[in-house]
């Protein structure tokens, strides 16, 4: 771990203009993979920027709009414990339990868990060549042990996942994020926020120099009937998804009227195909159907050495799921 | 003379159990001393080649960093190989940290910075620029099958027997079979991964006399490498290690920290203290990735006629570290036909180590998925098949058993686990669309017994502190040589202190083998009888009347007294004795020997039966165990709740090894990828279900006096070979490489 500086900013101005003038700064909320990631070495910020103190920006509130504004600041178990979240947004509620410890969520803040970078081993080991950790050294997964390793939306400089389960939620919610920097705030869908790899792999998203998550809107269409998270790992608990599904249906006269899948584990964001939940608007909700999207979503993976099997767990897991979420009604 | 029965077979609370949840309970890195420095390992990050440059002025430049240590710097140690050799070292070379500039597998240390703070020698450590000359290394055992050849042979084959001679013709007569089952089984390497890592404190004092905090399964044993290596007399070396967060083998022998810590301590005549973090925790000893080859026959009755199974292990360049793997089929299963085979594979890693039952939990998950197989071959229930294979020989010497009621273990565990409701069919049996399978499988470990010493000491006070120089890997030894000592003194074991872990205390072997138990326990025995000797000697002085002309049979020695047998009156406590005596204590040091002659007649184990329950989710290829029962055993339990314990630890990992465990390495690099407890994936709680454990107890006086055979080890090793049968059960497929991931069993 580099020696670093450790300052506190109280507001959102503040934090952007301190990030703005320590330019190899970074913020710190729940520190839960940052600390990690400057201890292996991987990340080195000359500075750290406390947010935590940061007022406004850390409660859950319905807005006028019936939408729910989550704070960046609030804790991912206050989150998904949260009496609103757990009713109006339970598949969040399911997606945010089904990742990492109780302690972890404890301390991991929303905010963050949007920011929290790949789990590559490659990517982790200082002494291996990885595009995203040193761009240009190359990527070692690519030829290497890629078990956990993307099947969607990879290129030759990079085939890591983006790790999250609570992210696979947002996706499928359609949810937005509400950012603040030096030039003021904006609104980014949160489907523009996370990127591909492509060329600049060592981007996980899109978010300037300075800017700052402040809250996470989740649009008033609840998916509180018919919703699952199914996740599917190498143990049964505190393990990284090797694919994830979040599904939402909403079901008028034994009919799909609104589909919303979105997968974890498999690409460098979450991800959700439009054509597979086109597909299935209008039509019956059963095993057969949720097969034709998942073949649609699946169209065009490519898989590795060691993770090909992922392309078939995937669309079983899209069928499973699909069905978890018609009858979750009567569960 | 006389030993009580008051505490040996009782379910007392572990005596250390309030010290470590309180966090009273000192570990090797928790012990502080005045301007106490801090050591940081570099570690090589190539497989093989030189160090070509190697640059620290960045790191010794900064304030606060006193030194960094490079074999170019590092003060000359003992120039023998020997000299490196611990009590647990296989024949070859031991590797001697900074000896030289060449890299001999990846992540060797290479380097230690010191500094007056960990974070400043850890930060101090990334500056250190290394060049290296790299050569081309080999890593991957299947890949260098090829150069298997047969492993040297030294001290530690003592313990480790290769496999015996071929009888008949194993071959013509599995061809020739009615019924045959072969496999090709193959694990990867693991890692030990205790919870506590690997630290040692080094106390410098005038002089340089070391005291030393180490995390070691054998504070005698860092004692002799320290006193060797830095050529040192062994009373100015005194090693503690009073608590040990878990070692399962991997504190068998002295790790780096430890030679770089009491280097770095003689150079700069200051205390040093040397920890490694989780990913140093695999630079250093592991189980061997092995593959291993199976050919069994049995004749129309169910017979085994034909018994062939080879293995191939990775070990170092170095060293040649071997396994028991092929010798146990044939100790459980006579047969006329028999050809064993090990060979071993020089590899550019580290030396692989002794890792709870090395070897026969390797060879049993072969062994017993291919009798599996075999019983499913000729339509035999796998317990029926077992009886009919029956002996109470082994037919490998030709010897008995010292005792062995594994047909009690079937017939308990069967009963128990409802077996005769299983569908021999597989996947005939469901449950919310799920397959379910029952799967079986036969446990069998070493019973040894090797010489130990320990004192008693009994003081005015009436209180008896007994001591020897073993450890307490979490086993228990504090609680069971506290009953063992209680019940030798007949006192209450309010009253019996247990130490261990201090070279100031009398000899014991280094803890492992799952020989503890009955090596110090006969030790702590004889260590009582001696002082009742001399207490009786006492007694007659202080009231020659009351013990006039008895001998030590007249008496016995019970509430904390010693009296005539038969009376309640004639009796004399025994903290009177000491009182009178005028001195502050009475004490005796003794040994425990095997009753070698005895013992060679006999073959001594453990035995095990395993049976499990899993739940296959066909589409996703997950397993659940959602039961486990292991029926063991083992002669005589001194502590049931400390000895359920430990089965239930056992079958814990046995789960991991056939479900969840594996180092992974990628050959390019040499490199290991999940060197860290995020990705290196042992079970969490909600892997584990509902697991049982039955103990059947056997008369043994072979073994030893207290009819102790120990159990270290027996509880892991027929775990994954019933999972894997039970997973047979559920699915009809065999899998035989470990970990059995979700992917291998997709349908």
């Not at chain 1, 609104?187 to 996980?204: K, N, S």
């Not at chain 2, 480790?160 to 390497?189: L, Q, R, T, Y």
């Not at chain 2, 009178?580 to 004490?587: D, S």
């Not at chain 2, 003794?590 to 453990?606: D, E, H, I, S």
Request: proline fraction near 4%; aromatic fraction near 8%; glycine fraction near 8%.
């Amino acid at each position: 771990m580099v020696p670093f500086n450790y300052l506190v900013a109280k507001g959102t101005a503040e934090a952007s203009s301190l990030s703005q003038s320590h330019i190899l700064s970074k913020f710190i909320a729940g520190g839960t993979n940052l600390i990690d990631l400057m201890k292996e070495n991987i990340s080195r910020p000359d500075t750290l920027i406390d947010v935590n103190k940061i007022q406004g920006i850390g409660q859950i509130e319905e807005l006028r709009d019936g939408s729910l504004r989550i704070g960046a600041l609030a804790k991912n178990a206050d989150t998904a414990y949260h009496a609103i979240v757990a009713k109006k947004y339970p598949l969040l509620s399911q997606a945010i339990l089904a990742g990492a410890s109780p302690q972890l969520r404890n301390m991991a803040s929303n905010g963050g868990n949007l920011l929290q970078r790949t789990r590559c081993y490659y990517f982790y080991d200082v002494a291996t060549p990885c595009n995203k950790r040193d761009p240009g050294s190359g990527c070692s997964a690519l030829g290497g042990y890629n078990r956990i390793h993307a099947i969607l939306g990879a290129s030759d400089n990079c085939i890591a996942v983006f790790p999250s389960d609570m992210c696979v939620a947002l996706a499928a919610l359609s949810a937005s994020l509400n950012i603040s920097g030096i030039n003021g705030d904006r609104t980014l869908d949160f489907a523009d926020f996370h990127r591909l790899p492509g060329d600049t792999p060592e981007l996980d998203n899109n978010l300037q120099p300075g800017e700052l998550i402040t809250s996470i809107d989740l649009p008033p269409e609840r998916f509180d009937s018919h919703y699952s998270y199914l996740k599917l790992r190498d143990r049964t608990s505190y393990a990284f998804a090797l694919v994830s599904v979040a599904t939402a249906l909403k079901i008028e006269n034994g009919l799909i009227k609104d589909a919303r899948i979105a997968l974890g584990g498999v690409a460098h964001k979450p991800w959700r195909n439009s054509e597979a939940e086109g597909y299935l608007k209008d039509n019956q909700p059963n095993a057969q159907n949720f097969a034709i999207a998942a073949d649609i979503i699946l169209k065009e993976a490519k898989g590795y050495e060691h993770n090909t099997f992922k392309i078939e767990l995937a669309k079983r897991a899209i069928v499973r799921n699909g069905l978890k979420a018609v009858n979750q009604s009567q569960v | 003379m006389s030993m009580k029965n008051d505490y040996f077979g009782k379910p007392i609370n572990r005596v250390d159990g309030y010290a470590k949840v309180t966090g009273e309970a000192k570990y090797a890195a928790e012990f502080n001393a005045p301007n106490l420095l801090y050591g940081y390992i570099i570690n090589s990050t190539i497989t093989k080649g030189e160090i070509k440059t190697i640059r620290t002025e960045k790191a010794t430049a900064l304030a606060g960093v006193v030194k960094v240590f490079t074999y170019k710097n590092r003060k000359n140690t003992a120039w023998l190989d020997l000299k490196y050799a611990d009590m647990d070292a296989p024949p070859g070379i031991p590797f001697k940290p900074l000896h030289d500039k060449k890299i001999r597998y990846n992540s060797q240390p290479i380097g230690l910075v010191v500094a007056e703070s960990f974070e400043l020698a850890r930060y101090a450590a990334t500056l250190v620029e290394i060049d290296y000359d790299t050569e081309d290394h080999h890593t991957d055992l299947m890949a260098n099958l090829d150069a298997a050849r047969k492993p040297k042979k030294g001290l530690a084959s003592f313990f480790k027997p290769g496999p015996p001679k071929p009888k008949g013709n194993a071959d013509e007569v599995f061809e020739s079979s009615a019924f045959k089952a072969s496999g090709k089984f193959i694990h990867g390497m693991e890692h030990h991964n205790p919870m506590e890592m690997f630290s040692s404190t080094v106390m410098y004092e005038e002089g340089g006399k070391l005291t030393i905090y180490d995390k070691t399964q054998g504070a005698v044993n860092s004692q002799l490498y320290v006193a060797n290596v830095f050529g040192k007399s062994f009373k100015n070396v005194r090693v503690i290690s009073p608590y040990v967060g878990g070692a399962f083998g991997s504190a068998l022998r002295p790790q780096h920290q430890l030679f770089l810590a009491v280097m770095a301590s003689l150079d700069l005549k200051r205390s040093v203290r040397v920890s490694m973090n989780r990913h140093q925790m695999f630079s250093f000893g592991h189980r061997p990735y092995t593959v291993q080859d199976t050919h069994f026959g049995a004749d129309r009755a169910g017979k085994i006629q034909s018994l062939n199974h080879t293995a191939i292990g990775e070990t170092s360049r170095f060293e040649d570290y071997s396994e028991t793997v092929v010798n146990w089929a044939n100790m459980i299963y006579p047969s006329a036909n028999v050809s064993l085979d090990y060979k071993l594979v020089p590899l550019d890693v580290a030396s692989p180590m002794d890792m709870r039952a090395p070897g026969g939990v390797t060879g049993l998950h072969a062994i017993e998925c291919t009798i599996d197989e075999l019983a499913f071959a000729a339509k035999i229930d796998p317990i029926e098949f077992r009886m009919i294979n029956y002996s109470d020989h082994d037919d490998s010497s030709g010897k008995p058993y010292s005792s062995k009621d594994l047909k009690e273990c079937f017939r308990q565990g069967s009963e128990s686990f409802g077996w005769h409701k299983r569908n021999p069919e597989p996947r005939s049996m469901k449950r919310d669309g799920k397959l379910v399978g029952w799967g079986m499988a036969v446990g069998l470990w070493d019973a040894n017994h090797l010489p130990a010493r320990a004192e008693c000491l009994l003081r005015a006070d009436g209180k008896l502190i007994v001591s020897s120089a073993t450890a307490d890997i979490g086993t228990g030894t504090y609680t069971v040589m506290a009953q063992i000592a209680a019940d030798g003194m007949g006192m209450s074991i309010d009253n019996v202190e247990f130490q261990l872990g201090d070279t100031k205390m009398p000899f014991a072997p280094i803890q492992g083998g799952s020989f503890t138990a009955a090596s110090v326990g006969m030790a702590v025995k004889a260590a009582c009888l001696g002082l009742q000797g001399k207490l009786l000697k006492q007694a007659k002085k202080l009231k020659p009347e009351m013990f006039k002309g008895t001998t030590t049979d007249d008496v016995e020695f019970a509430n904390d007294s010693i009296r005539i047998k038969g009376t309640t009156d004639q009796v004399l406590s025994l903290s009177a004795i000491v009182a009178a005596t005028g001195q502050k204590e009475i004490k005796s040091r003794n040994t425990g020997f095997p009753r070698v002659l005895k013992q060679r007649k006999y073959v001594r184990c453990a035995h095990s039966a395993v049976f499990v329950e899993v739940e296959v989710d066909e589409d996703f290829g997950l397993v659940k165990v959602t039961r486990m029962l292991n029926v063991v055993a083992a002669g005589k339990i001194i502590n049931p709740k400390t000895a359920r314990s430990q089965i239930l630890g056992g079958m814990v990992w046995g789960i991991s090894k056939a479900l969840r465990e594996e180092t992974i390495m990628d050959h390019r690099f040499g490199r290991i990828m999940n060197s860290s407890l995020a990705e290196y994936h042992i079970p969490v709680n909600a892997d584990i279900n509902k697991l049982e454990v039955i103990f059947v107890e056997e008369n043994d006086t072979i073994v030893n006096d207290l009819q102790i055979k120990g159990i270290g080890e027996i509880g892991i090793v027929g775990v994954a070979p019933a999972i894997a049968n039970a997973i047979f059960h559920a699915t009809g497929k065999r899998i035989n490489n470990l970990p059995i991931t979700l992917d291998q069993l997709m349908a």
